[in-house]
């Protein structure tokens, strides 16, 4: 496990040298001021990290707490011209705070890394409709779409991008511009696109999705099949086959098919009621039909992967909307203040930059005997953020205090032990148990 102490000369680095070296080269900081590129950075991020709902008052308190004395309008003036500024930065972070501890689960080890990705739109103020434009109806005229690939193994933040609201998840391919040989990449039906898995597959990587039962499907020697009648044709609740999907792919993998208990059948099929309605529409009765299954895909030869193996691990994908609930509930992710451009993108990227340090220093930890409660560690984060303010410019004491903060992690961070069900972590150790 990593002391927190061997972090701080990173984050001492990030939020003083490197800041006021990039706030000059992009031309942020023109000529010499008590707000620093540094200590404007220190402003926004610490200060959203202590309050994730802070007024630009509340800001300036921050840069009193900092040791400058600025004005909310000058605090606002600085803004206007903060986005390419925090936008660097916040790149600067994703490439520097990154763990390389992975988590001690021997099932993973098979792979380099596993990738999930995921999607989360926060709805903007209308007058940023041009720039991010909303899906309309019901929803937002103005919003962004915040696409995350997160690295379970070792708890990174491998990339974040932000889009126009209305954007598709199929149409993303944010995470295949740099593809990680061996490593597993995880995606839910949204990202739905045969061309994807099959650069994978090219590229020396694995994938593993939900089936799209609109897709044509072939056995593994070419010939059409029929999805509902395989399906209907095995009374058994678990079993897999190598097959064929697409009509001109034609790609090879294994499916991976569950039965589910009736009353999560029938649970589905309300939802398909309910979402038809909505929509004007009628459910097919295939469509009702093939609800009774769960259906997965995957180039994870058997030899890797059993078919328990494959059901267990998709459920790993359910992480990434566990942290974007966390961004949102204990962040205020979803919360911009102001009216105008450079106010909601300023505070957006410096939330963003607080969010990928507190992942750098919650990451190593996530391991244990007891897994840790990332709700109560950010909170922890919170609570002690102003010590880590006053101690930025003393390595020695900036050391102290993250090791400090180690400790109340080990303390007061884990989660309950009365908690009944089992986390994902312990439900992939179970299922190794099982294996020994």
């Given at each position: 496990?990593?002391?927190?102490?061997?972090?701080a000369?990173?984050?001492?680095?990030f939020?003083?040298q490197?800041?006021?070296?990039?706030?000059?080269?992009?031309?942020?900081?023109?000529?010499?001021?008590k707000?620093?590129?540094a200590?404007?950075?220190?402003?926004?991020?610490?200060?959203?990290?202590?309050?994730?709902?802070?007024?630009?008052?509340?800001?300036?308190?921050?840069?009193?707490?900092?040791?400058?004395?600025?004005?909310k309008?000058g605090?606002?003036?600085?803004?206007?011209?903060?986005?390419?500024?925090?936008?660097?930065?916040?790149q600067?972070?994703?490439?520097?705070?990154?763990?390389?501890?992975?988590?001690?689960?021997k099932?993973?080890?098979?792979?380099?890394?596993?990738?999930?990705?995921?999607?989360?739109?926060?709805?903007?103020?209308?007058?940023?409709q041009?720039?991010?434009?909303?899906?309309?109806?019901?929803?937002?005229?103005?919003?962004?779409?915040?696409?995350?690939?997160?690295?379970?193994?070792?708890?990174?933040?491998?990339g974040?991008?932000?889009?126009?609201?209305?954007?598709?998840?199929?149409?993303?391919?944010?995470?295949?511009?740099?593809?990680?040989?061996?490593?597993?990449?995880?995606?839910?039906?949204?990202?739905?696109?045969?061309?994807?898995?099959r650069?994978?597959?090219?590229?020396?990587?694995?994938?593993?999705?939900?089936?799209?039962?609109?897709?044509?499907?072939?056995?593994?020697?070419?010939?059409?099949r029929?999805?509902?009648?395989?399906?209907?044709?095995?009374p058994e609740p678990?079993?897999?086959e190598?097959?064929?999907?697409?009509?001109?792919?034609?790609?090879?993998?294994?499916?991976?098919?569950?039965?589910?208990?009736?009353?999560?059948?029938?649970?589905?099929?309300?939802?398909?009621?309910?979402?038809?309605?909505r929509k004007?529409?009628?459910?097919?009765?295939?469509?009702?039909?093939l609800?009774?299954?769960?259906?997965?895909?995957?180039?994870?030869?058997?030899?890797?992967?059993?078919?328990?193996q494959?059901?267990?691990?998709?459920?790993?994908?359910?992480?990434?909307?566990?942290?974007?609930?966390?961004?949102?509930?204990?962040?205020?992710?979803?919360?911009?203040s102001?009216?105008?451009?450079?106010?909601?993108?300023?505070?957006?990227?410096?939330?963003?930059?607080?969010?990928?340090?507190?992942?750098?220093?919650?990451?190593?930890?996530?391991?244990?005997?007891?897994?840790l409660?990332?709700?109560k560690?950010?909170?922890?984060i919170q609570?002690?953020?102003?010590?880590?303010?006053?101690?930025?410019?003393?390595?020695?004491?900036?050391?102290?205090?993250?090791?400090?903060?180690?400790?109340?992690?080990?303390?007061?961070?884990?989660?309950?032990?009365?908690?009944?069900?089992?986390?994902?972590?312990?439900?992939i150790?179970?299922?190794?148990?099982?294996?020994?």
């Open positions: 496990m990593t002391d927190l102490g061997t972090l000369p990173k984050i001492q680095t939020f003083t490197t800041a006021n070296t990039v706030a000059g080269t992009i031309g942020f900081v023109e000529r010499i001021s707000l620093t590129g200590l404007f950075l220190q402003t926004l991020t610490f200060g959203f990290l202590d309050k994730p709902d802070a007024s630009l008052s509340e800001l300036t308190e921050t840069s009193h707490d900092l040791g400058v004395t600025i004005t309008q605090l606002q003036t600085r803004i206007e011209n903060a986005v390419p500024f925090l936008t660097e930065m916040f600067q972070a994703l490439a520097l705070f990154r763990n390389e501890l992975p988590l001690e689960l099932t993973l080890h098979q792979f380099t890394a596993i990738f999930l990705t995921d999607s989360s739109t926060v709805a903007l103020p209308d007058a940023m041009d720039e991010f434009p909303g899906c309309g109806g019901a929803g937002s005229d103005a919003a962004v779409k915040i696409q995350l690939t997160f690295e379970f193994l070792r708890g990174v933040i491998a974040i991008c932000l889009q126009a609201g209305r954007s598709p998840d199929q149409s993303y391919t944010g995470e295949l511009q740099a593809i990680t040989p061996g490593a597993l990449y995880l995606s839910d039906l949204g990202y739905f696109v045969l061309s994807r898995f650069t994978l597959d090219e590229r020396q990587a694995y994938f593993l999705s939900r089936f799209d039962t609109q897709t044509a499907l072939f056995t593994a020697t070419g010939e059409p029929d999805l509902l009648a395989w399906l209907r044709a095995h678990q079993f897999e190598d097959v064929r999907i697409g009509s001109h792919e034609r790609l090879a993998c294994r499916m991976v098919v569950v039965r589910v208990p009736q009353e999560v059948a029938d649970a589905r099929r309300r939802k398909a009621y309910e979402t038809a309605r004007g529409r009628t459910p097919s009765e295939r469509h009702l039909a609800m009774a299954w769960t259906l997965f895909i995957t180039n994870v030869p058997a030899t890797m992967l059993t078919l328990r494959v059901m267990v691990l998709y459920t790993v994908r359910w992480q990434i909307e566990l942290i974007f609930k966390l961004w949102k509930s204990e962040c205020a992710l979803d919360r911009v102001g009216l105008h451009r450079e106010r909601v993108l300023s505070e957006l990227y410096a939330k963003l930059i607080g969010i990928v340090v507190m992942q750098f220093l919650l990451a190593p930890y996530r391991d244990g005997e007891r897994e409660s990332v709700v560690v950010v909170h922890i609570h002690h953020i102003l010590h880590v303010i006053e101690r930025l410019g003393n390595l020695e004491q900036l050391t102290a205090t993250l090791q400090e903060l180690a400790m109340r992690f080990l303390k007061n961070g884990m989660k309950d032990k009365r908690q009944k069900r089992l986390t994902t972590s312990q439900d150790r179970a299922l190794e148990a099982t294996f020994a």
